[in-house]
T-cell receptor
Framework: DVKVTQSSRYLVKRTGEKVFLECVQD?????MFWYRQDPGLGLRLIYF???????EKGDIPEGYSVSREKKERFSLILESASTNQTSMYLC???????????????FGPGTRLTVL | RKEVEQDPGPFNVPEGATVAFNCTYS??????FFWYRQDCRKEPKLLMS???SGNEDGRFTAQLNRASQYISLLIRDSKLSDSATYLC????????????FGRGTSLIVHP
């Protein structure tokens, strides 16, 4: 069974703090993703990575950065947390799939981040 | 026009009913299509991939219409346990095949 784990289920931080969200997958997947999910807005892609040390911006990268030093680990960093970054953060991983297409994504349980 | 659009619902149906959802996408170069299911306070999980020829998995049937740029999901003989949010996912080609999620359609199956 594919397992994607996230470092925390719930996190409360203060405005201006630096926040690290960690994600680890155990299936040797090439692709890893960070999303945030907000009511009425659905899942929005923040960043993704298709290989170690590679990263690409998603639809809403502003205020975030990422790090992928090892294949199994993908970190999301909020350099200076703000209240509008209060959200559910979901990490996912996938293999390349056939023909280079993204294969099934497997999600972690999510981290509910509250920024006060 | 949003890249991937779904009717948010909720669709409120009795047990045993047949219900269909549609999802439209704007990028004609989209490559891969999926339906995911998300239970309340849980992470999304793959329900089924959607192929050009259509595919069926038990009570679930998915169809792709490239000409009209939509995918559909049909659920027959609805069960209480089918109550969830159904997310449409379209993967666009942008060098790295980026997945885009629709906002989801809520289904409530009642006794």
């Amino acid at each position: 069974d594919v397992k994607v784990t996230q470092s925390s289920r719930y996190l409360v931080k203060r405005t201006g703090e630096k926040v690290f969200l960690e994600c680890v997958q155990d299936m040797d997947h090439e692709n890893m993703f960070w999303y945030r999910q907000d009511p009425g807005l659905g899942l929005r892609l923040i960043y993704f990575s298709y290989d170690v040390k590679m990263k690409e911006k998603g639809d809403i990268p502003e205020g975030y950065s990422v790090s992928r030093e090892k294949k199994e680990r993908f970190s999301l960093i909020l350099e200076s947390a703000s209240t509008n970054q209060t959200s559910m953060y979901l990490c996912a991983s996938s293999s390349y799939g056939t023909g280079g297409h993204t294969d099934t994504q497997y999600f972690g349980p999510g981290t509910r981040l509250t920024v006060l | 026009r949003k890249e991937v659009e779904q009717d948010p619902g909720p669709f409120n149906v009795p047990e045993g009913a047949t219900v269909a959802f549609n999802c439209t996408y704007s990028n004609s170069a989209s490559q891969s299509f999926f339906w995911y299911r998300q239970d309340c306070r849980k992470e999304p999980k793959l329900l089924m991939s959607v192929y050009s020829s259509g595919n069926e998995d038990g009570r679930f049937t998915a169809q792709l219409n490239r000409a009209s740029q939509y995918i559909s999901l049909l659920i027959r003989d609805s069960k209480l346990s089918d109550s969830a949010t159904y997310l449409c996912v379209v993967t666009r080609s942008g060098g790295s095949y980026i997945p885009t999620f629709g906002r989801g359609t809520s289904l409530i199956v009642h006794p």
